[in-house]
């Protein structure tokens, strides 16, 4: 089993930043991919970005590329994802999620293993 728990939430004022850390326990994270996700009150989980066991491969969500990187220290075993330039529209309670294969993925139905999830909200 693998245990998730992320951290670093908060509020912000549009244009700041955040960073998102994502813990892990229980295994060793290096043969899992890992992904952050998020949801609005009202809205579907939706797929922010995804990084491959190794950290070689990344994948982000047209809505935040060029604004969010996501990484990882499997040596911490503990993903990241540092948040710039964020908007009111980015608020959302954010999840970090593992699955058992290499690849980076979009789809959350692929994720074996997830956080409670951070609130980030974004004041205009």
């Known amino acids: 089993q693998v245990q998730l728990v992320e951290s670093g939430g908060g509020l912000v004022q549009a244009g700041g930043s955040l960073r998102l850390s994502c813990a892990a326990s229980?295994?060793?994270?290096?043969?899992?991919?890992m992904g952050w996700f998020r949801q609005a009150p009202g809205k579907e989980r939706e797929f922010v970005a995804a990084?491959?066991?190794?950290?070689?491969?990344?994948d982000y969500a047209d809505s935040v590329k060029g604004r969010f990187t996501i990484s990882r220290d499997n040596a911490k075993n503990t993903g990241y994802l540092q948040m710039n330039s964020l908007k009111p529209e980015d608020t959302a309670a954010y999840y970090c999620?593992?699955?058992?294969?290499?690849?980076?993925?979009?789809?959350?139905?692929?994720?074996?293993?997830w956080g409670q999830g951070t609130q980030v909200t974004v004041s205009s």
């Open positions: 229980g295994r060793t994270l290096n043969n899992y991919a």
């Open positions: 990084i491959s066991s190794r950290g070689g491969n990344t």
């Open positions: 999620a593992a699955r058992y294969y290499s690849t980076a993925e979009r789809r959350p139905t692929t994720y074996h293993y």
